[in-house]
């Protein structure tokens, strides 16, 4: 092969290696990118009043007087909002039953006061008969569904309230009655008193998750239902469920559908107005006030939750950070850690320094391989067995899911991983090291602790950044021997923990109520990738000064 022909030969491999490069580095970026983005929203966003509120009662972290005066402002904006659904429930909730009840009632009592102040003769007849015949009126148009036909009864009623029969007696309820009912039929469509009804109570859910509960409301057992929406997205989301209202209609056939009148036809999603539900009431400007002064009412500002990480998290993390779930990630890590490298650098210098190579060690060395590709919800399953049913009880200790069972079971899981670091370390330690320490009159042990170890050391350093890369991320393991998705700070290896891979599980797959805040699910998966980053990064470096160091730099 000729000077040239190499040259190109160099060349071609070189951009072959750099354009491989690129494709994986744009093949992260298009992995990690969108997930950092989200993620990133659980640190970084636009808090509302009530996040502020969360913020001070749960974690007494506020400037009391700024957001006092906060609360004031945007009560005031508040309040129209809640005075229009009270005045509106009102007219809906008029009993008509009872109106006729009470008509029945103000008659008779009428009745009787004519005859306590002597009223007799024709004069108490008269005053009688008007009176039966506006009770009956009345009675009668409370069983109208005619908007005009009743205003038009009231308003014939309430000619005769100036009479001077009915001055200063308890037949003034009967007009007070139609005056009000009259004012109520102006207000609402009488026919559609069931829709009105179901209607409003989906806008108070709506609003009592926008704004929270009303001033005075009792206060609820659940934390996320003491508040509102914290983050300006949530807002928006439930403004956007407020103005709309989302139904599933048959698809509209096109031309080639209508050769197979038969065919099923698709769904859609159509959204109509919600407030065309409320057209000529008075609710209906309560939709226009709602988006006019969204702001003035939640008081959006740019927030940096840097207590996200620090935190403890309230109902299923829907508030609150991974403070918790870092400590506990960072234990079962660092105590997996001090068991699995002894261990595995142990085994590793007896497989290379004193086994030789026969048979039995080849079997072990297959046993090795094997247990490394074995599925890590074995090893779990395994770690139940052994050490929660079995060694946990032997000691004399509760048989229980612990981080002591959690960080055992993980050490097993990446055993194999450091021997065969560590293995391969120990042998690419030149032999003329040795010779040279046992040529000196060092025994083998001293040779291998002041000798071989240190200069495998950057090896076997290898082998732990892959074991913590591994310990940091798995999630089958500890579900079953150490992990809880919401509990207490343990306080002794002896409890379980929360962590951030059983705790990102959990989020995707086991909680509805997690997944109302998409934000803190991919703000712990990035917390997850950005802890395992770090602990690598502190590996490296620590590697790279024992390297620089045997070097004698």
């Known amino acids: 092969m000729g000077q040239r022909t190499r040259h190109l030969l160099d060349k071609a491999f070189t951009l072959l290696a750099g354009t491989s490069v690129v494709v994986l580095s744009v093949v992260l970026l298009l992995v990690l990118g969108p997930m950092i983005w989200k993620g990133s929203s659980a640190v970084l966003f636009y808090g509302t009043l009530e996040f502020r509120e969360m913020q001070r009662d749960l974690f007494d972290r506020a400037d009391n007087e700024s957001l006092l005066q906060e609360t004031q402002d945007a009560e005031q904006y508040r309040a129209d909002i809640y005075d229009r659904i009270e005045s509106f429930k009102k007219a809906v909730a008029v009993d008509l039953a009872a109106m006729d009840e009470q008509a029945k009632e103000v008659y008779q009592t009428y009745s009787q006061e004519l005859k306590d102040n002597n009223v007799t003769g024709a004069a108490y007849t008269q005053a009688r008969r008007l009176a039966r015949s506006l009770r009956n009126q009345f009675q009668d148009t409370l069983e109208s569904k005619d908007r005009n036909a009743i205003q038009s009864a009231m308003d014939d009623i309430l000619t005769h309230e100036r009479d001077d029969a009915f001055q200063d007696t308890s037949f003034q309820s009967l007009f007070s009655m139609a005056r009000e009912f009259r004012d109520t039929v102006a207000k609402i469509d009488l026919n559609q008193s069931h829709m009105y009804l179901e209607e409003l109570a989906k806008v108070e859910a709506i609003l009592a998750d926008m704004l929270g509960p009303r001033p005075g409301d009792p206060v609820h057992p659940l934390i996320r239902l003491r508040y509102g929406a914290t983050r300006w997205d949530q807002a928006q989301a439930c403004l956007k469920r407020l103005n709309w209202i989302t139904v599933w209609e048959e698809k509209p056939l096109g031309p080639a559908d209508m050769e197979d009148p038969n065919q099923v036809r698709a769904l859609v999603a159509v959204n109509y107005p919600r407030k065309e539900r409320f057209a000529g009431t008075e609710l209906e400007p309560l939709f226009g006030n709602v988006n006019a002064h969204i702001k003035d009412m939640l008081r959006p500002r740019l927030t940096f939750y840097w207590q996200y990480f620090i935190d403890e998290s309230f109902n299923s993390h829907y508030f609150g950070g991974v403070g918790p779930e870092i400590l506990g990630t960072l234990v079962i890590t660092v105590l997996s850690i001090l068991f699995v490298v002894p261990f595995g650098v142990i085994a590793a210098a007896y497989l290379v320094e004193c086994a030789g190579d026969n048979w039995g060690v080849r079997i072990i060395r297959m046993c090795i391989n094997t247990l490394a590709g074995v599925p890590s919800i074995v090893f779990g399953l395994f770690g139940v067995a052994f050490f929660i049913m079995f060694l946990l009880p032997a000691l004399g200790m509760d048989s229980k899911a612990c981080i002591l069972a959690a960080s055992l079971t993980l050490a097993v899981l990446t055993l194999p991983v450091m021997i065969r670091a560590s293995e391969e370390a ?46 940091a991320g798995e999630t089958a393991p500890v579900l079953f021997t150490g992990a809880v998705s919401m509990g207490s700070i343990p306080k002794s290896v002896l409890d379980p923990t929360r962590t951030l891979s059983y705790g990102s599980y959990d989020m995707a797959v086991g909680d509805r109520v997690a997944m109302m805040v998409p934000h803190n699910q991919y703000g712990m998966v990035v917390t997850l990738v950005g802890l395992i980053l770090c602990l690598n990064l502190v590996a490296v470096i620590l590697r790279a000064r024992v390297f620089k160091k045997l070097k004698g730099h």
Do not use: D, Q
Request: charged share 15%.
């Open 426 to 471: 120990i042998r690419s330690v030149p032999r003329s090291y040795k010779e040279g320490s046992l040529a000196l009159g060092a025994s083998g042990f001293r040779t291998f602790m002041t000798v071989t170890l240190p200069a495998a050391l950057p090896g076997i350093l290898t082998g732990v950044i892959l074991s913590l890369s591994r310990v």
